[in-house]
């Protein structure tokens, strides 16, 4: 699911044409940097605006490196406060697919949760620093 998609910003780079180094970042930020500037769906991967959903986000912010994709699933999972998928655990998308496509859930909820996994981890490496 990596179809190219014609910008509507062309002046803007998009992520699936952006050089390696920016997929060398860690997957939560660019997802995070997709849902904001992109826009954010339910219940679908990517609608036909552009919006992504969480796992859609995380899966094209981690581009052909799929360990990245599941390492992201791995790490948000048990921070969304749905359970793991009976068959995959966190490492399978379906807890942040009922997390993200839970009525009520807002774009906010979404930025708002990446931001926070993303301070925890930037928390961490200055404490290791
Ligand atoms: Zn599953």
Redesign the pocket.
């Given at each position: 699911m990596t179809a190219r998609v014609a910008s509507a910003r062309p002046s803007k780079p998009r992520a699936d044409v952006l050089p390696r180094e920016f997929y060398d970042r860690p997957t939560e930020i660019v997802a995070r940097d997709l849902l904001y500037e992109s826009g954010w769906t339910q219940l679908t991967e990517r609608d036909p605006q552009g919006s992504y959903c969480l796992t859609g986000a995380l899966s094209h912010a981690a581009g052909q490196d799929r360990q990245s994709y599941r390492n992201a699933l791995l790490s948000l999972g048990p921070r969304l406060g749905v359970p793991g998928?009976?068959?995959?655990g966190f490492a399978?998308?379906?807890?942040a697919l009922r997390w993200n496509d839970a009525e009520g859930r807002t774009r906010r909820h979404v930025v708002a949760k990446l931001d926070e996994f993303i301070e925890l981890a930037l928390g961490k490496t200055a404490a290791s620093a």
């Open positions: 998928c009976r068959f995959g399978c998308h379906c807890a």
